[in-house]
């Protein structure tokens, strides 16, 4: 049997893919779980569990879902936290590195590959917000792979595939992945995990690493039109939250809190 347990924030929940019949969204841990299943030899079975709430901040992930995720004995273990507190002026980044190889060392050794992630610093954007933020990003990044190597974890190495910074696979938001970056995002996991099936991986390997075609030049004013949309739409309704003290997760269940069969 293999059981796919994945906790973590909105990458993890999958927000902005499409959505389920239940409503939910989809997201790139939805794919892998089939993906798994596709994959998997005959007569074995796939279990799956996602128990990631966007909005997330790392000290939440750990007391809200490390307790539950390790009690149902996963055979694969995705993590994925820490990219909010990022986001946040003021973080010590030290103290940031030290709690989440803290986290690392709750998951690691309990009978389960353990599946980290290095962020995508940016989603396309090239001014002095979008190279301040990839720079944060790369510090967080660093430790994200120390400490894969330090507790024999697997690294889904995201930050340096150029074609994931391309904005047509984000969603309008420039936070989260959009449909399509959620299915290179799965098959880069798969990928990691040792599935060659092209079906399961959508493509032949590799493929998620490849660049979109080459899109046509950009009005500068439809460009202004467009920032200034998602600072409107987006930007200052996140402002607003943090100023308050809310979370678009405050009172979300996870979409799937136990195990279930994933059929091909």
């Known amino acids: 049997m293999t059981r ?28 892998v779980a089939g993906g798994l299943a596709l994959a998997a030899a005959r007569g074995e079975s796939v279990e799956y569990a996602n128990l990631a709430v966007r909005g997330k901040l790392l000290d939440q992930v750990v007391a809200e879902q490390l307790e539950p995720a390790v009690a149902m004995a996963p055979t694969i273990l995705t993590f994925h936290a820490g990219p ?19 986290a690392a060392d709750r998951i690691s ?8 992630f290095t962020a995508i610093g940016r989603a396309g954007g090239t001014g002095r917000l979008a190279e301040a933020l990839a720079d944060r990003f790369r510090r ?8 894969a190597g330090e507790h024999d974890a697997l690294v ?12 047509r696979l984000w969603n309008e938001d420039r936070l989260h992945l959009n449909a399509d970056g959620h299915r290179r995002v799965a098959a880069a996991v798969l990928e990691r995990l040792g599935v060659t099936d092209e079906v399961a991986l959508g ?7 490849e660049s979109l075609p080459t899109a046509p030049p950009t009005d500068r ?8 949309r998602w600072i409107r739409r987006h930007l200052v ?28």
């Open 4 to 31: 796919l347990v994945c906790v973590g924030d909105s990458f993890t929940e999958g927000m902005c893919d499409d959505a389920r019949p239940d409503g939910q969204y989809r997201g790139w841990s939805d794919r």
């Open 84 to 102: 909010n507190d990022v986001l946040r002026r003021g973080t010590d980044f030290d103290d940031l590195a030290r709690r989440y190889r803290d």
């Open 109 to 116: 050794g309990q009978g389960a590959q353990v599946v980290l």
């Open 140 to 147: 967080f990044n660093e430790v994200v792979r120390e400490t």
């Open 156 to 167: 889904v190495d995201l930050e340096p595939v150029v074609a994931l910074t391309d904005r």
């Open 203 to 209: 493509g032949p390997a590799g493929w998620w690493r």
């Open 221 to 228: 004013t439809a460009a202004l039109a467009a920032d200034l």
């Open 237 to 264: 309704p996140w402002v607003g939250r943090r100023l308050r003290g809310v979370s678009s997760g405050d009172g979300r269940r996870p979409k799937d809190p136990l195990p279930r069969v994933v059929r091909p």
